[in-house]
Protein backbone atom coordinates (compact mmCIF):
# COMPACT_ATOMS: atom_id res chain seq x y z
CA UNK A 1 0.00 0.00 0.00
CA UNK A 2 1.48 3.56 -0.36
CA UNK A 3 2.95 4.98 2.25
CA UNK A 4 0.26 8.03 2.25
CA UNK A 5 -2.79 5.58 2.46
CA UNK A 6 -0.56 4.21 5.47
CA UNK A 7 -1.39 5.22 9.22
CA UNK A 8 1.47 7.62 10.45
CA UNK A 9 4.15 5.94 11.77
CA UNK A 10 3.49 6.13 16.27
CA UNK A 11 0.19 6.74 15.17
CA UNK A 12 -2.33 3.53 15.88
CA UNK A 13 -5.43 2.06 14.70
CA UNK A 14 -7.21 0.89 18.07
CA UNK A 15 -8.77 -1.85 16.37
CA UNK A 16 -12.22 -3.91 17.23
CA UNK A 17 -10.45 -6.43 19.29
CA UNK A 18 -8.36 -4.32 21.21
CA UNK A 19 -11.21 -1.27 22.28
CA UNK A 20 -13.17 -3.82 25.12
CA UNK A 21 -9.84 -3.17 27.15
CA UNK A 22 -10.17 0.43 26.57
CA UNK A 23 -13.42 0.96 27.55
CA UNK A 24 -13.25 -1.52 30.29
CA UNK A 25 -10.14 0.85 31.88
CA UNK A 26 -11.56 3.72 30.88
CA UNK A 27 -15.14 3.13 32.70
CA UNK A 28 -13.40 2.01 35.73
CA UNK A 29 -11.54 4.81 36.44
CA UNK A 30 -14.30 7.46 35.02
CA UNK A 31 -17.00 5.56 37.57
CA UNK A 32 -13.99 6.11 40.21
CA UNK A 33 -13.70 9.41 39.27
CA UNK A 34 -17.58 10.02 39.79
CA UNK A 35 -17.03 8.36 43.24
CA UNK A 36 -14.97 11.10 44.23
CA UNK A 37 -16.89 13.87 42.75
CA UNK A 38 -14.69 15.04 39.66
CA UNK A 39 -16.25 16.51 37.00
CA UNK A 40 -15.59 15.96 32.87
CA UNK A 41 -14.40 18.67 31.12
CA UNK A 42 -13.63 18.24 27.43
CA UNK A 43 -11.01 20.51 25.41
CA UNK A 44 -9.88 21.40 22.05
CA UNK A 45 -6.91 18.92 20.43
CA UNK A 46 -5.15 22.13 18.91
CA UNK A 47 -4.43 25.24 20.98
CA UNK A 48 -2.65 28.35 20.25
CA UNK A 49 1.63 27.22 20.30
CA UNK A 50 2.69 29.92 22.94
CA UNK A 51 0.24 28.25 25.03
CA UNK A 52 2.38 25.10 25.39
CA UNK A 53 5.14 27.45 24.93
CA UNK A 54 4.88 29.69 27.97
CA UNK A 55 3.12 26.46 30.27
CA UNK A 56 5.26 23.86 29.56
CA UNK A 57 8.78 26.01 29.21
CA UNK A 58 10.93 26.67 26.57
CA UNK A 59 14.06 24.08 27.30
CA UNK A 60 11.68 20.99 27.59
CA UNK A 61 11.74 18.12 24.96
CA UNK A 62 8.38 18.32 24.66
CA UNK A 63 8.31 21.61 23.57
CA UNK A 64 11.73 21.96 21.74
CA UNK A 65 11.85 18.53 20.02
CA UNK A 66 7.89 17.28 20.16
CA UNK A 67 5.58 19.41 18.90
CA UNK A 68 3.46 19.13 16.14
CA UNK A 69 2.85 22.64 15.24
CA UNK A 70 1.51 24.06 12.16
CA UNK A 71 0.26 27.35 10.80
CA UNK A 72 -3.66 27.65 9.94
CA UNK A 73 -4.64 29.35 6.75
CA UNK A 74 -4.57 32.35 8.76
CA UNK A 75 -1.10 32.05 9.37
CA UNK A 76 -1.11 31.32 13.36
CA UNK A 77 0.89 29.46 14.72
CA UNK A 78 -1.09 25.94 16.37
CA UNK A 79 -0.41 22.59 17.95
CA UNK A 80 -1.57 19.66 18.37
CA UNK A 81 -1.88 18.70 22.25
CA UNK A 82 0.93 17.57 23.76
CA UNK A 83 -0.69 17.27 27.05
CA UNK A 84 -4.09 17.96 28.85
CA UNK A 85 -2.94 20.63 31.90
CA UNK A 86 -1.50 23.79 30.01
CA UNK A 87 -5.24 23.53 28.20
CA UNK A 88 -7.22 23.00 30.90
CA UNK A 89 -5.65 25.71 32.49
CA UNK A 90 -6.69 27.92 29.54
CA UNK A 91 -10.47 27.13 30.15
CA UNK A 92 -10.63 27.71 33.67
CA UNK A 93 -9.32 30.91 33.02
CA UNK A 94 -11.27 31.99 30.14
CA UNK A 95 -14.45 30.69 31.49
CA UNK A 96 -13.93 32.36 35.20
CA UNK A 97 -14.10 28.74 36.54
CA UNK A 98 -11.54 29.63 39.24
CA UNK A 99 -12.52 33.38 40.58
CA UNK A 100 -13.28 33.63 44.07
CA UNK A 101 -11.59 30.84 45.16
CA UNK A 102 -13.85 28.42 43.63
CA UNK A 103 -12.55 24.69 43.65
CA UNK A 104 -12.41 22.59 40.49
CA UNK A 105 -11.78 18.62 39.96
CA UNK A 106 -11.74 18.25 36.70
CA UNK A 107 -10.71 15.48 34.22
CA UNK A 108 -10.44 14.74 30.85
CA UNK A 109 -9.57 12.08 28.08
CA UNK A 110 -8.14 12.08 25.15
CA UNK A 111 -5.25 11.74 22.52
CA UNK A 112 -2.26 13.68 22.87
CA UNK A 113 0.50 14.08 20.11
CA UNK A 114 4.38 13.87 20.76
CA UNK A 115 6.93 13.73 17.94
CA UNK A 116 8.73 11.20 19.90
CA UNK A 117 10.55 7.89 18.53
CA UNK A 118 7.96 5.33 18.41
CA UNK A 119 8.18 2.01 20.73
CA UNK A 120 6.45 -0.13 22.81
CA UNK A 121 4.77 2.04 25.21
CA UNK A 122 5.28 5.25 23.67
CA UNK A 123 3.87 6.96 20.48
CA UNK A 124 3.11 9.84 18.83
CA UNK A 125 -0.49 9.82 19.20
CA UNK A 126 -1.44 8.11 22.19
CA UNK A 127 -4.38 8.73 25.15
CA UNK A 128 -4.46 10.33 28.75
CA UNK A 129 -6.87 10.29 30.98
CA UNK A 130 -5.68 13.15 33.15
CA UNK A 131 -6.93 14.98 36.53
CA UNK A 132 -6.66 18.65 37.42
CA UNK A 133 -7.45 20.45 40.93
CA UNK A 134 -7.46 23.70 41.15
CA UNK A 135 -7.91 25.97 44.24
CA UNK A 136 -6.90 23.79 46.83
CA UNK A 137 -3.41 24.18 47.93
CA UNK A 138 -2.84 21.63 51.01
CA UNK A 139 -1.60 18.02 50.78
CA UNK A 140 -4.72 16.97 51.39
CA UNK A 141 -5.53 16.77 48.12
CA UNK A 142 -2.17 15.50 46.44
CA UNK A 143 -2.91 13.02 48.90
CA UNK A 144 -6.30 12.34 47.51
CA UNK A 145 -4.96 12.00 44.44
CA UNK A 146 -2.63 9.41 44.98
CA UNK A 147 -5.29 7.78 47.30
CA UNK A 148 -7.46 7.59 44.01
CA UNK A 149 -4.58 6.21 41.76
CA UNK A 150 -3.83 3.57 43.70
CA UNK A 151 -8.01 2.57 43.79
CA UNK A 152 -7.91 2.38 40.44
CA UNK A 153 -4.93 -0.62 40.74
CA UNK A 154 -6.60 -2.24 43.15
CA UNK A 155 -9.88 -2.27 41.28
CA UNK A 156 -8.01 -3.18 38.13
CA UNK A 157 -5.51 -5.85 40.08
CA UNK A 158 -2.43 -3.88 39.53
CA UNK A 159 -1.16 -2.89 42.84
CA UNK A 160 1.13 -5.49 42.91
CA UNK A 161 2.41 -4.26 39.82
CA UNK A 162 3.72 -0.52 40.39
CA UNK A 163 5.06 1.77 42.54
CA UNK A 164 4.97 4.89 43.71
CA UNK A 165 8.15 7.05 43.27
CA UNK A 166 7.41 10.70 45.08
CA UNK A 167 9.26 13.86 45.24
CA UNK A 168 9.19 17.54 46.36
CA UNK A 169 10.33 19.78 44.23
CA UNK A 170 9.81 22.98 46.88
CA UNK A 171 9.02 26.56 45.50
CA UNK A 172 10.41 28.08 42.34
CA UNK A 173 12.88 30.12 44.10
CA UNK A 174 13.98 27.16 46.40
CA UNK A 175 14.55 25.20 42.83
CA UNK A 176 16.15 27.71 41.38
CA UNK A 177 18.77 27.92 44.35
CA UNK A 178 19.09 23.86 43.65
CA UNK A 179 19.49 24.65 40.19
CA UNK A 180 22.49 27.01 40.54
CA UNK A 181 24.22 24.57 42.76
CA UNK A 182 23.62 22.11 40.33
CA UNK A 183 25.00 23.61 37.58
CA UNK A 184 28.13 24.78 39.57
CA UNK A 185 28.72 21.17 40.69
CA UNK A 186 28.48 19.84 37.03
CA UNK A 187 30.21 22.68 35.43
CA UNK A 188 33.58 21.60 37.02
CA UNK A 189 32.59 17.92 35.66
CA UNK A 190 31.37 19.20 32.18
CA UNK A 191 33.36 17.36 29.50
CA UNK A 192 32.75 14.39 31.64
CA UNK A 193 29.01 14.64 30.90
CA UNK A 194 27.08 13.26 28.00
CA UNK A 195 26.02 15.35 25.11
CA UNK A 196 22.78 15.61 25.91
CA UNK A 197 23.13 16.28 29.36
CA UNK A 198 26.10 19.11 28.13
CA UNK A 199 23.07 20.38 26.19
CA UNK A 200 20.50 20.97 28.92
CA UNK A 201 23.12 22.30 30.90
CA UNK A 202 21.69 25.77 29.34
CA UNK A 203 18.13 24.70 28.99
CA UNK A 204 17.23 22.57 31.49
CA UNK A 205 19.84 21.52 34.10
CA UNK A 206 17.43 19.61 36.47
CA UNK A 207 16.64 17.04 33.77
CA UNK A 208 20.09 15.89 33.82
CA UNK A 209 19.17 14.07 37.59
CA UNK A 210 17.02 11.19 35.40
CA UNK A 211 19.79 10.88 33.09
CA UNK A 212 20.00 7.41 31.62
CA UNK A 213 23.34 7.60 31.32
CA UNK A 214 25.75 5.44 33.44
CA UNK A 215 28.64 8.00 33.36
CA UNK A 216 26.39 11.16 33.59
CA UNK A 217 24.56 8.67 36.89
CA UNK A 218 28.18 8.24 38.34
CA UNK A 219 28.93 11.86 38.30
CA UNK A 220 25.45 12.76 40.33
CA UNK A 221 26.53 10.65 43.23
CA UNK A 222 28.19 13.73 45.26
CA UNK A 223 26.12 16.20 43.45
CA UNK A 224 24.31 18.64 45.85
CA UNK A 225 20.55 17.72 47.09
CA UNK A 226 17.87 18.93 46.12
CA UNK A 227 16.29 18.01 49.37
CA UNK A 228 18.41 20.01 51.18
CA UNK A 229 17.38 23.48 49.81
CA UNK A 230 13.77 22.84 50.00
CA UNK A 231 11.82 25.85 51.95
CA UNK A 232 10.39 25.65 55.20
CA UNK A 233 6.98 25.53 53.62
CA UNK A 234 7.38 22.82 51.13
CA UNK A 235 8.99 20.58 53.43
CA UNK A 236 5.96 21.10 55.89
CA UNK A 237 3.58 20.46 52.95
CA UNK A 238 5.62 17.21 52.05
CA UNK A 239 5.42 15.97 55.33
CA UNK A 240 1.64 16.25 55.29
CA UNK A 241 1.43 14.25 52.00
CA UNK A 242 3.43 11.23 53.55
CA UNK A 243 1.99 11.79 56.62
CA UNK A 244 -1.29 10.94 54.73
CA UNK A 245 -0.24 8.28 52.57
CA UNK A 246 1.48 6.36 55.55
CA UNK A 247 -2.14 6.66 56.84
CA UNK A 248 -3.85 4.57 54.19
CA UNK A 249 -1.34 2.89 53.66
CA UNK A 250 0.61 4.01 50.48
CA UNK A 251 3.98 2.78 50.07
CA UNK A 252 6.39 5.05 48.45
CA UNK A 253 9.62 5.55 47.82
CA UNK A 254 11.50 8.86 47.57
CA UNK A 255 13.50 9.96 44.92
CA UNK A 256 14.71 13.22 44.66
CA UNK A 257 15.85 12.80 41.22
CA UNK A 258 12.99 12.80 40.01
CA UNK A 259 11.87 16.09 38.39
CA UNK A 260 9.50 15.20 35.77
CA UNK A 261 9.64 16.51 31.88
CA UNK A 262 7.59 19.34 31.75
CA UNK A 263 8.45 22.77 33.65
CA UNK A 264 5.45 23.85 35.59
CA UNK A 265 5.88 21.67 38.56
CA UNK A 266 6.50 23.05 41.99
CA UNK A 267 6.38 21.12 45.45
CA UNK A 268 4.62 17.54 44.98
CA UNK A 269 6.07 15.68 41.81
CA UNK A 270 5.03 11.73 41.64
CA UNK A 271 4.91 9.30 39.40
CA UNK A 272 3.73 5.31 39.10
CA UNK A 273 6.46 2.85 37.46
CA UNK A 274 5.90 -0.49 36.38
CA UNK A 275 9.27 -2.96 35.59
CA UNK A 276 6.71 -5.00 33.20
CA UNK A 277 6.94 -2.83 29.97
CA UNK A 278 10.65 -2.33 29.27
CA UNK A 279 11.87 1.32 29.07
CA UNK A 280 8.16 2.91 29.35
CA UNK A 281 7.23 1.87 32.64
CA UNK A 282 5.88 5.20 34.04
CA UNK A 283 2.02 4.31 33.54
CA UNK A 284 1.15 7.86 35.69
CA UNK A 285 2.78 11.30 36.58
CA UNK A 286 1.54 14.09 38.01
CA UNK A 287 2.78 16.85 40.52
CA UNK A 288 1.67 20.47 41.32
CA UNK A 289 1.86 23.53 39.72
CA UNK A 290 1.10 26.13 41.70
CA UNK A 291 2.94 28.95 39.53
CA UNK A 292 1.27 27.69 36.52
CA UNK A 293 -1.75 30.15 36.76
CA UNK A 294 -0.13 33.25 37.19
CA UNK A 295 2.33 32.40 34.32
CA UNK A 296 -0.75 31.94 32.21
CA UNK A 297 -1.57 35.86 33.32
CA UNK A 298 -4.13 34.94 36.25
CA UNK A 299 -4.64 35.34 39.80
CA UNK A 300 -2.20 33.05 42.20
CA UNK A 301 -4.84 29.37 41.88
CA UNK A 302 -2.84 26.28 43.28
CA UNK A 303 -3.27 23.62 40.67
CA UNK A 304 -2.23 20.01 41.34
CA UNK A 305 -3.05 17.09 39.25
CA UNK A 306 -1.65 13.76 37.09
CA UNK A 307 -2.66 12.38 33.80
CA UNK A 308 -2.32 8.93 33.01
CA UNK A 309 -0.40 6.82 29.59
CA UNK A 310 -4.22 4.82 28.49
CA UNK A 311 -1.75 2.66 26.18
CA UNK A 312 0.86 1.76 28.67
CA UNK A 313 -2.26 0.59 31.21
CA UNK A 314 -3.88 -1.25 28.35
CA UNK A 315 -0.65 -2.96 28.02
CA UNK A 316 0.42 -4.31 30.98
CA UNK A 317 -3.22 -5.23 32.25
CA UNK A 318 -2.59 -7.41 28.74
CA UNK A 319 1.18 -8.33 29.74
CA UNK A 320 -0.27 -9.80 33.25
CA UNK A 321 -3.56 -11.07 31.92
CA UNK A 322 -5.82 -9.25 33.93
CA UNK A 323 -8.63 -8.76 31.68
CA UNK A 324 -11.71 -9.40 32.62
CA UNK A 325 -12.84 -12.85 30.46
CA UNK A 326 -16.58 -11.88 29.65
CA UNK A 327 -14.88 -8.43 27.81
CA UNK A 328 -14.69 -10.60 24.88
CA UNK A 329 -18.14 -12.01 25.41
CA UNK A 330 -19.87 -12.40 22.03
CA UNK A 331 -23.95 -11.79 21.41
CA UNK A 332 -26.74 -13.24 22.98
CA UNK A 333 -29.15 -13.41 20.16
CA UNK A 334 -28.87 -14.16 16.26
CA UNK A 335 -31.98 -13.67 14.33
CA UNK A 336 -32.11 -15.49 10.92
CA UNK A 337 -35.18 -14.66 9.01
CA UNK A 338 -36.42 -16.36 5.68
CA UNK A 339 -38.10 -14.28 2.77
CA UNK A 340 -38.91 -11.13 2.70
CA UNK A 341 -41.83 -10.48 4.87
CA UNK A 342 -40.10 -12.67 7.77
CA UNK A 343 -37.46 -10.03 7.29
CA UNK A 344 -39.83 -7.31 7.93
CA UNK A 345 -41.52 -9.00 10.69
CA UNK A 346 -38.13 -10.03 12.07
CA UNK A 347 -37.20 -6.59 12.46
CA UNK A 348 -40.37 -5.31 14.36
CA UNK A 349 -39.64 -8.25 16.29
CA UNK A 350 -35.72 -7.59 17.55
CA UNK A 351 -36.91 -4.17 18.28
CA UNK A 352 -39.87 -5.13 20.73
CA UNK A 353 -36.95 -8.03 22.01
CA UNK A 354 -34.72 -4.93 22.56
CA UNK A 355 -37.51 -2.73 24.02
CA UNK A 356 -38.66 -6.04 26.37
CA UNK A 357 -34.94 -7.36 27.61
CA UNK A 358 -32.68 -4.27 28.40
CA UNK A 359 -29.35 -4.86 27.66
CA UNK A 360 -29.90 -7.64 25.32
CA UNK A 361 -27.14 -8.17 22.87
CA UNK A 362 -29.30 -9.40 19.43
CA UNK A 363 -27.57 -9.70 16.22
CA UNK A 364 -30.47 -9.44 13.23
CA UNK A 365 -28.87 -11.35 10.40
CA UNK A 366 -28.13 -9.07 7.07
CA UNK A 367 -27.41 -9.72 3.99
CA UNK A 368 -29.82 -12.64 3.34
CA UNK A 369 -29.01 -16.15 2.63
CA UNK A 370 -30.03 -19.05 2.78
CA UNK A 371 -30.80 -21.36 6.25
CA UNK A 372 -27.45 -23.25 6.10
CA UNK A 373 -25.34 -19.70 5.88
CA UNK A 374 -27.41 -17.78 8.07
CA UNK A 375 -27.18 -20.76 10.86
CA UNK A 376 -23.63 -20.43 10.09
CA UNK A 377 -23.47 -17.21 10.53
CA UNK A 378 -25.16 -17.33 13.59
CA UNK A 379 -22.71 -20.01 15.23
CA UNK A 380 -19.68 -18.26 14.05
CA UNK A 381 -20.96 -15.18 16.21
CA UNK A 382 -21.04 -16.80 19.23
CA UNK A 383 -24.26 -16.13 20.29
CA UNK A 384 -26.07 -18.42 22.74
CA UNK A 385 -29.21 -18.58 20.76
CA UNK A 386 -30.46 -18.55 17.45
CA UNK A 387 -33.87 -17.15 16.54
CA UNK A 388 -35.59 -18.85 13.24
CA UNK A 389 -37.88 -16.78 11.65
CA UNK A 390 -39.31 -18.34 8.22
CA UNK A 391 -42.66 -18.46 6.47
CA UNK A 392 -44.40 -21.05 8.50
CA UNK A 393 -43.21 -19.47 11.74
CA UNK A 394 -44.46 -16.18 10.79
CA UNK A 395 -47.90 -17.50 9.37
CA UNK A 396 -48.04 -19.33 13.13
CA UNK A 397 -46.95 -16.09 14.96
CA UNK A 398 -44.26 -18.04 16.60
CA UNK A 399 -40.22 -18.38 16.25
CA UNK A 400 -37.90 -21.52 16.38
CA UNK A 401 -35.70 -20.89 19.28
CA UNK A 402 -32.45 -23.04 19.42
CA UNK A 403 -29.53 -23.28 21.71
CA UNK A 404 -25.99 -22.95 19.84
CA UNK A 405 -23.90 -23.44 22.38
CA UNK A 406 -25.18 -27.56 23.33
CA UNK A 407 -27.40 -29.79 21.91
CA UNK A 408 -31.26 -28.95 23.31
CA UNK A 409 -34.10 -29.52 21.01
CA UNK A 410 -35.21 -26.16 18.64
CA UNK A 411 -38.03 -24.89 21.29
CA UNK A 412 -41.40 -22.72 19.28
CA UNK A 413 -41.91 -20.24 20.96
CA UNK A 414 -45.09 -17.97 20.22
CA UNK A 415 -43.91 -13.58 19.58
CA UNK A 416 -45.74 -12.69 23.37
CA UNK A 417 -44.08 -15.25 25.19
CA UNK A 418 -40.71 -14.44 23.76
CA UNK A 419 -39.46 -11.98 25.97
CA UNK A 420 -39.81 -13.63 29.49
CA UNK A 421 -38.89 -17.23 27.28
CA UNK A 422 -35.55 -15.79 26.37
CA UNK A 423 -34.99 -13.48 29.42
CA UNK A 424 -34.92 -16.39 31.41
CA UNK A 425 -32.74 -18.54 29.22
CA UNK A 426 -30.14 -15.66 29.02
CA UNK A 427 -30.32 -15.78 32.64
CA UNK A 428 -29.59 -19.77 33.05
P1 LIG B 1 3.53 13.24 31.39
O1 LIG B 1 4.40 12.58 32.40
O2 LIG B 1 4.22 13.93 30.26
O3 LIG B 1 2.63 14.25 32.20
O4 LIG B 1 2.51 12.19 30.79
C1 LIG B 1 1.65 11.45 31.62
C2 LIG B 1 1.61 10.00 31.17
O5 LIG B 1 1.25 9.92 29.79
C3 LIG B 1 2.95 9.28 31.23
O6 LIG B 1 3.20 8.82 32.54
C4 LIG B 1 2.73 8.14 30.26
O7 LIG B 1 2.02 7.09 30.89
C5 LIG B 1 1.85 8.77 29.21
N1 LIG B 1 2.67 9.17 28.04
C6 LIG B 1 3.42 10.29 27.91
N2 LIG B 1 4.02 10.31 26.70
C7 LIG B 1 3.63 9.19 26.05
C8 LIG B 1 3.90 8.63 24.75
N3 LIG B 1 4.65 9.26 23.87
N4 LIG B 1 3.32 7.44 24.44
C9 LIG B 1 2.53 6.79 25.33
N5 LIG B 1 2.24 7.28 26.55
C10 LIG B 1 2.78 8.44 26.92
C11 LIG B 1 1.70 15.08 31.65
O8 LIG B 1 1.33 15.02 30.52
C12 LIG B 1 1.10 16.04 32.63
N6 LIG B 1 0.15 16.90 31.91
C13 LIG B 1 0.44 15.31 33.78
C14 LIG B 1 -0.15 16.25 34.79
C15 LIG B 1 -1.44 16.61 34.90
N7 LIG B 1 0.53 16.90 35.70
C16 LIG B 1 -0.30 17.66 36.38
N8 LIG B 1 -1.49 17.51 35.89
Known sequence: MSKSLQAIRGMNDILPEQTPAWRYLESTLVSLLDGYGYKEIRLPIVEYTELFARGIGEGTDVVDKEMYTFLDRNEESLTLRPEGTAGCVRAVLE???TGGGQVQKLWYAGPMFRYEKPQKGRYRQFHQIGVEVFNLPGPDVDAELIVLT????????????VTLQLNSLGSSEARGAYREALVAYLQERFEHLDEDSQRRMS????RILDSKIAETQALLVDAPRLHDYLDAESVAHFEGLKARLDAVGIRYEINQKLVRGLDYYSRTAFEWVTDKLGSQGTVCGGGRYD?????????PTPGVGFAMGVERLVLLLETLGLLPEELNSPADLYLCAFGEAAELAGLGLAERLRDAIPGVRLLVNSGGGSFKSQFKKADKSGARFALILGEDELAARVVGCKSLRDDAQQETIG????????????QA
Open 95 to 97: HGM
Open 150 to 161: ARLWQKLGLTDA
Open 203 to 206: TNPL
Open 291 to 299: GLITQFGGK
Open 415 to 426: WDALPAHLAACL
